[in-house]
């Protein structure tokens, strides 16, 4: 299987607190993306970082990548209840037109 | 915009029946696709277009069928339901595949049940 992988399988920390999660994939990529998708909704863009850069910003989220150990991970500072969901990373390999997911994070955050 | 619209969002079939998942998109996305996502075990590719006139085989394709007439509209049929395609299906789309695999929007879903 081309699917990364996301570790842990499942997180559970206390509002405020901030969230690890981490992917890892096992080819050359062209960029890595973090997709957020709630309870029997549909998955939300939420940051890409292509191959070139190690790390990115947006808002709470920390997203960086380690080409030599093909791995990425996601922080998301101060977490909310809100952001209760599960977490999947998806990258996309050299010279191809698909982009393959990985099982997913599934983040609890208690208030 | 409406974004990407699924068709229907519940729907139960029997073994052997036959029917299509309907996907829309507002947004002029060359690239389009179709996703089914099972417990533990993500989201796997069915079958994606990078334009219209054009599909191509994901990971699991076997069992569906798809058509790219018009940018807009991506159906997928289901030949004769089995069981095992009892899953939620997510369609998504995105600018130009050019761009390798740009940021994908997401359909709300179908969840397919199969008896």
């Known amino acids: 299987s081309q699917q990364g992988e996301e570790d842990p399988q499942a997180l559970s920390i206390q509002e405020g607190e901030n969230a690890t999660m981490n992917c890892s994939y096992k080819t050359s990529i062209n960029n890595l993306q973090w997709y957020r998708q709630n309870s029997g909704r549909g998955l939300v863009h939420l940051i890409l970082i292509r191959s070139n850069e190690r790390e990115k910003h947006s808002g709470r989220l920390r997203v960086t990548l380690d080409t030599s150990k093909k791995s990425s991970s996601l922080l998301i500072t101060a977490s909310r209840a809100a952001d209760t969901a599960s977490y999947f990373c998806a990258n996309s390999q050299g010279g191809s037109e698909k982009l393959v997911f990985g099982k997913g994070t599934k983040l609890t955050v208690n208030p | 915009n409406a974004g990407v619209t699924q068709t229907p969002k519940f729907q139960v079939l029997k073994t052997g029946q036959s029917m299509t998942l309907q996907c829309a998109q507002d947004m002029n996305h060359e690239y389009m696709s179709w996703y089914r996502q099972d417990p533990g075990m993500g989201l796997r590719l069915i079958h994606y277009?990078?334009?219209?006139?054009?599909?191509d085989q994901g990971e699991v394709p076997n069992g569906y069928n798809v058509s790219r007439s018009t940018t807009e509209d991506f159906p997928l049929r289901l030949l004769s339901a089995a069981p095992s395609q009892t899953s939620v299906y997510f369609c998504a789309s995105s600018y130009d595949y050019n761009r390798f695999t740009d940021t994908q929007y997401f359909g709300p879903g179908t969840r397919l049940t199969v008896l």
């Open positions: 277009s990078v334009g219209a006139g054009i599909t």
